[in-house]
């Protein structure tokens, strides 16, 4: 899975000569072969990028999905609870379901007299209208 070469046995032949696979002169002639050592710290080391190779190919990719669904559905929750919210303090009547949004609204005698009357606009000073001796 991870490509690490566990065990090994390499054979080198290096000869002389003058026609093609017909050696004249031996040069080289050796066999090396992979220790118990060797075995060992590969075998190591081809689990520990299998667990790289795991973590990356498999458990990175399932926790990524998991957190953008989770993510999206709070998304879409947090925008419809915000449309709601944006449309019931818009125009407080478009919410006349047995289910309101923020609550009933009581009967005719719950309702505070006054709560929906006009008011009327009083003058108030503004720094402008200040006399100059006054800072703002």
Do not use: C, N
Not at 20 to 47: C, I
Not at 108 to 119: F, H, I, M, N, Y
Not at 122 to 131: E, F, G, K, V
């Amino acid at each position: 899975m991870s490509g690490t070469i566990v065990k090994k046995k390499e054979r080198g032949y290096h000869y002389y000569a003058r026609e093609p696979l017909k050696p004249e002169v031996t040069f080289v002639d050796y066999t090396v072969t992979s220790t118990e050592e060797t075995v060992e710290s590969q075998v190591s080391s081809a689990r520990d990028e299998r667990d790289r190779l795991a973590l990356w190919g498999r458990i990175l990719p399932i926790t990524f999905t998991a957190l953008g669904l989770v993510t999206l559905i709070g998304g879409a929750l947090l925008g419809s609870f915000s449309l709601r919210a944006e449309s019931e303090l818009i125009d407080p009547g478009l919410d006349e379901a047995d289910h309101r949004f923020f609550g009933s609204r009581g009967t005719e005698s719950d309702r505070v007299p006054g709560a929906e009357a006009k008011t009327e606009k009083l003058p108030a000073s503004r720094p402008s209208d200040l006399p100059p001796d006054r800072p703002v």
